[in-house]
């Protein structure tokens, strides 16, 4: 059973992508224009502060448009709705939504920059004067997720531009918000743990707009090699430099600078466990997304193959001592569960990767997808493994069969090719420098 993303021609999507950004941003600016006639936002602006809201609604409708399904779409018909886009509630007669009390506004400004990278952000801390970004959503109003769209317009592949009005009044009024503040950092570094929510989102496009220069890092490893990913082509355009754990074979001038998850291993403890097995992240969205591996999946995309999933695990059991396995926290209880009903016998421990949380060494680590565990493993001297199948990824064409060669083998070679060892102060130094530059 195929998953939506392998079924995607990712080259004629892109193509798709262009035509309806273009034709989306005509829309947008003909309504600003009716609306609130002044001080209508660029091309530019609008390019970078719609492209997540328009690439998740064009990639659902390319996948209709080549009735290309998933599990959860069955649902719609039962309840008639479909989309899935922001919600923002609170005093309609008062639409600043964003909350600047706090906003700080010094020349180099950290978006999470190196959040999970605690002493690579204390030792660059130590050597720049660097504020993080504080800017939320006014306590009296919180935005979520709804389903509002009915599946028949989408069927019959009509675009429904009324739903769009709320993001656009949401940018729109609180790029007018932002105009009150009175400067903008030089620098901006980000990482994709502290742009996309959609006050974070805003005010980054903002900034840029304002002359702000904006470096951001590499925030797994799966952003370099894969055929596409939505956030890489978000980050590719709003950066002026983009910093890399090794060669990118999406963003061709970018600055190689080594991968912190290298550097975990100082103050780790040998495991009683001879051998770890890194169970896949279990995707949280209802309808797919544009990326080219496993993450791009639905839920039910990713459950519906949990018999194969656990004939996997055990697989990789059987060929080993003494395992553990280990998941994120998020899903814990989902393991257990399938685990336990499956009779797969063999511990189940957690991390939360946001507080480091991170494992313990073992002699071998089989990582079950394709992420930076595989970095974290190799540069703690274990034995990772890429303990994945072929058809859970599409690669880059530049390094798909050397990646494949790989598969369920070990990989120090491919990690270390493409992900490059760093330490703190060597981090530190290099992103200096690449100020510098700028």
């Not at 034995?383 to 880059?396: N, P, R, V």
Request: proline share 3%.
């Amino acid at each position: 059973m195929y998953s939506s993303f392998q079924k995607v021609d990712w080259n004629e999507y892109k193509v798709y992508y262009d035509k309806r950004e273009s034709e989306i941003i005509e829309l947008s600016i003909e309504y600003f224009k009716k609306k609130y006639s002044s001080n209508i936002p660029s091309r530019a602006f609008l390019k970078n502060a719609l492209f997540m809201q328009i690439s998740w609604r064009s990639y659902i409708e390319y996948l209709l448009k080549k009735e290309i399904f998933w599990p959860e779409l069955s649902l719609y018909f039962d309840n008639k709705l479909f989309s899935q886009m922001f919600k923002f509630s609170g005093d309609k007669k008062n639409l600043d939504f964003l909350d600047l009390d706090y906003l700080k506004t010094d020349r180099l400004l950290s978006m999470n920059f190196l959040q999970r990278h605690s002493e690579f952000k204390d030792v660059f801390h130590k050597k720049n004067k660097i504020s993080e970004l504080n800017i939320s959503l006014k306590k009296n109003y919180f935005y979520k997720n709804r389903y509002l769209k009915k599946i028949l317009s989408i069927i019959n592949k009509k675009f429904s531009f009324k739903d769009f009005n709320n993001v656009l009044d949401f940018i729109y009024l609180n790029s007018k918000n932002l105009d009150k503040i009175k400067g903008f950092p030089d620098i901006i570094l980000a990482s994709a743990h502290g742009i996309y929510r959609p006050e974070q989102n805003l005010y980054l496009c903002y900034a840029k707009e304002r002359g702000a220069n904006i470096i951001c890092l590499q925030p797994g490893f799966p952003h370099s090699l894969i055929k596409y990913h939505e956030q890489v082509e978000f980050e590719k355009r709003i950066s002026n430099s983009y910093l890399s754990y090794g060669p990118n074979f999406h963003i061709r001038n970018s600055e190689i600078i080594g991968s912190p998850y290298s550097n975990k291993s100082k103050n780790k403890k040998m495991s009683i466990y001879s051998e770890k097995i890194i169970l896949p992240q279990v995707p949280d969205t209802l309808i797919p997304r544009p990326i080219s591996n496993y993450w791009g999946q639905s839920r039910l995309e990713f459950i519906k193959k949990e018999k194969k999933l656990i004939c996997k695990i055990q697989e990789i059991i059987s060929n080993c001592k003494n395992p553990v396995l280990r998941c994120k926290k998020i899903d814990y209880s989902y393991y257990k569960k399938i685990l336990t009903a499956n009779k797969v016998n063999c511990n189940l421990e957690q991390g939360d990767l946001d507080k480091e949380e991170y494992f313990s060494i073992s002699n071998k680590v089989f990582v079950m997808y394709f992420s930076s565990a595989l970095i974290e493993a190799n540069y703690s001297d274990s034995e990772a493994f890429m303990s994945f199948q072929e058809d859970e990824i599409i690669f880059c064409n530049e390094v798909s069969d050397e990646a494949i060669s790989y598969l369920s083998k070990p990989s120090r070679e491919f990690i270390e090719k493409y992900a490059l060892k760093t330490f703190p102060d060597q981090f530190s130094d290099m992103v200096s420098f690449i100020m510098g530059k700028i």
